[in-house]
């Protein structure tokens, strides 16, 4: 290539300078990534103000790199953004992404000057057939045996770890006490990398409105079988004797604990509980209620309050028919409302729960429904931008805790950049291993690709489409050519001559 053709004077760009640009940074950053590729792949250092790690995994080789000149790194986000995806849908494979990319642009032009298509036409046709390529990909995955011991769960969690055989694990351990895959992920405060399976649901943001009720030593308040009633509006005093005194009453008729949970207590009816409470207490030692309070202060909140309702059987109190009863126009028949569980642990910090034997299955399926349609509207999102954002993982979060039984990674490390790094591994293993438990497994590396890619042509479903069949051919070699990289990182350039003979 002619670098004598890259304009360094001005912030203008034409085309043939957009393609020498591209084709320029493509090969720099295929360069830098092919070096991690694979299992032999090399280690890189990586520095960011003063924090040095060690790394070898692609994805985070690529999101530390940077160019002094300005359009060289918005081109640099293109690339970024490929990868992103491929990071989104399926966890790994980052690096063999840009790295097969690149290849096939070097076949681009040479297809463009044989078939005379327009650009659109080009990207029409190379779509198509990287869409039957995938299709093809999916017939020919194996489905993972979950009755087993789920080896293929551990081996490609290995992988998308770089052979963190501690966290892979954990991954194989959480798929065989839960079978639910969509694991939750968050930075520990500590060094080390741990896990814990919650069999039950989990709000951060319920917990109770006084340490009176605190009941065991670990400072919660644990209660057998309690009876549920819930609020979605700020709970004045004027609501105590309509419709919490009949619940306490029903409490006291099964020889049950009631919880009361709202958003909000306004101080008289604040004042009447520590009243009251003060006095049951004295002469029992407990009470009879328990109250609580969940702060609905954004969408994500409100979504999992009543996600916790249906999960319970309860049918939330909303504000207009709360007002409703106050005003005499509608009878307030408590066993409506009432949920119930098995055992529930109101702490200072978070509420946890299990046992949901009185689900309202009918709202459940609603809820779920809608739990899917966002966190596919926010991953469409999040494809697009190539940011993960907080309202995306809550989403995943929603539709993981809706099963009431899920496992979480705590995921630490030495330094802010290892916990970082860390944090992607997990990520990468996370989604890697929940795709193919969902899709099935399909073999490593390029070798899929490359299976596929066979299995069409036996087909003859390109037999008179000579465009068609050279796309095809281009990816085969696009990845032959990633595949060669893999196994010169392994055999340091001196690649067998009967491994090269099957290429």
Not at 456 to 479: G, H, P, Q, R
Request: hydrophobic share 40%.
């Amino acid at each position: 290539m002619d670098n004598s053709k890259i304009n360094m004077t001005n912030n203008v760009i034409n085309e043939e300078e957009y393609k020498l640009r591209i084709n320029l940074l493509f090969e720099d950053v295929s360069n830098t990534l092919s070096k991690t590729l694979g299992p032999y792949g090399a280690t890189s250092v990586l520095d960011k103000v003063g924090d040095v790690m060690l790394s070898k995994d692609g994805w985070q080789v690529l999101k530390k790199l940077a160019y002094m000149d300005e359009v060289q790194n918005t081109l640099l986000g293109l690339i970024v953004k490929i990868a992103h995806q491929v990071v989104m849908r399926v966890g790994d494979g980052s690096t063999t992404s840009v790295v097969g990319a690149n290849q096939l642009l070097k076949q681009m032009d040479e297809i463009a000057n044989k078939t005379n298509l327009r650009p659109k036409q080009l990207l029409d046709t190379l779509e198509e057939v990287v869409e039957d390529v995938c299709n093809k990909i999916q017939e020919i995955a194996v489905p993972i045996n979950k009755e087993g011991e789920l080896d293929e769960i551990y081996k490609l969690a290995l992988v998308s770890t770089n052979g963190d055989s501690s966290i892979a694990e954990m991954i194989r351990t959480i798929y065989k006490e839960t079978g639910n895959p969509a694991i939750e992920f968050n930075k520990s405060k500590s060094v080390n990398t741990t896990y814990e399976v919650l069999k039950g649901y989990k709000l951060q943001f319920m917990t109770y409105i006084d340490r009176i009720f605190i009941n065991n030593d670990n400072g919660t308040c644990n209660i057998k079988k309690p009876i549920i009633l819930m609020f979605n509006h700020k709970l004045e005093q004027d609501y105590f004797e309509p419709m919490i005194q009949p619940a306490i009453r029903a409490a006291i008729d099964r020889g049950q604990r009631l919880v009361v949970v709202a958003p909000y207590y306004d101080s008289f009816l604040l004042q009447r509980f520590a009243r009251d409470l003060s006095l049951e207490f004295k002469a029992t030692k407990t009470s009879t209620a328990v109250y609580a309070k969940g702060s609905l202060m954004d969408e994500h909140r409100a979504d999992l309050y009543n996600d916790f309702a249906a999960l319970c059987g309860c049918t939330i109190i909303n504000e207009s028919i709360a007002l409703d009863v106050l005003k005499g126009d509608l009878e307030f028949k408590v066993d409506e409302y009432l949920g119930e569980v098995e055992e529930m642990d109101i702490g200072e910090q978070s509420t946890f729960a299990t046992g949901f034997n009185h689900k309202d299955e009918a709202m459940l399926n609603i809820l779920e429904k809608d739990a899917i349609s966002k966190y596919q509207d926010l991953h469409q999102a999040a494809e697009n931008s190539s940011t993960i954002t907080e309202a995306l993982v809550n989403a995943k979060q929603r539709m993981s805790k809706l099963k009431g039984n899920m496992g979480i990674i705590n995921v630490g490390g030495s330094t802010e950049l290892a916990k970082l790094a860390n944090y992607d591994l997990v990520e990468d293993a996370v989604k890697a291993c929940e795709s193919a438990y969902l899709f099935g497994v399909t073999p490593g590396q390029t070798i899929g690709i490359q299976t596929a890619i066979v299995h069409l042509k036996e087909t003859n479903k390109y037999e008179d489409d000579k465009v068609k069949m050279m796309f095809l051919e281009a990816i085969s070699d696009a990845y032959r050519d990633v595949t060669r990289i893999l196994l010169e990182n392994k055999f340091k350039e001196n690649i067998p001559h009967y491994v090269m003979n099957k290429l």
